[in-house]
């Protein structure tokens, strides 16, 4: 689900007068509503970067560690082992995008 128009100018600093221009129009409960999607997106966005972050430790430490297999292995075929990195790459993006989808999308109507 795409972020809403409003809320994606909070991210870009070339529009931060027409934003405060926009908020200032709102009545209290739409300033709420705003600001509940505000920290949505926000929030999703930090656990965006936390899963490069995380996926990128994840490619370097299982990089050593393919590394320190093949040289210490004594003979047959081991490439697949460079492989697994990118597993773990695949796995830590996946999670972190369900998790950040799941806080950045509003509750369900009750």
């Given at each position: 689900?795409?972020?809403?128009?409003?809320?994606?100018?909070?991210?870009?600093?070339?529009?931060?007068?027409?934003?405060?221009?926009?908020?200032?129009?709102?009545?209290?409960?739409?300033?709420?509503?705003?600001?509940?999607?505000?920290?949505?997106?926000?929030?999703?966005?930090?656990?965006?970067?936390?899963?490069?972050?995380?996926?990128?430790?994840?490619?370097?430490?299982?990089?050593?560690?393919?590394?320190?297999?093949?040289?210490?292995?004594?003979?047959g075929?081991i490439?697949?082992?460079?492989?697994?990195?990118?597993?773990?790459?695949?796995?830590?993006?996946?999670?972190?995008?369900?998790?950040?989808?799941?806080?950045?999308?509003p509750?369900?109507?009750?």
């Open positions: 689900m795409p972020e809403d128009e409003l809320v994606s100018k909070a991210f870009d600093a070339d529009k931060h007068e027409e934003l405060a221009q926009a908020i200032k129009d709102l009545n209290p409960e739409e300033a709420q509503f705003f600001l509940e999607k505000l920290e949505r997106a926000i929030r999703k966005r930090k656990i965006m970067i936390s899963g490069y972050l995380a996926a990128m430790l994840v490619w370097v430490l299982g990089m050593a560690g393919g590394l320190v297999y093949y040289g210490m292995s004594s003979g075929f490439g697949w082992i460079f492989l697994m990195p990118f597993l773990g790459v695949g796995i830590v993006l996946y999670a972190f995008g369900k998790w950040a989808d799941r806080v950045g999308n509750p369900a109507p009750k």
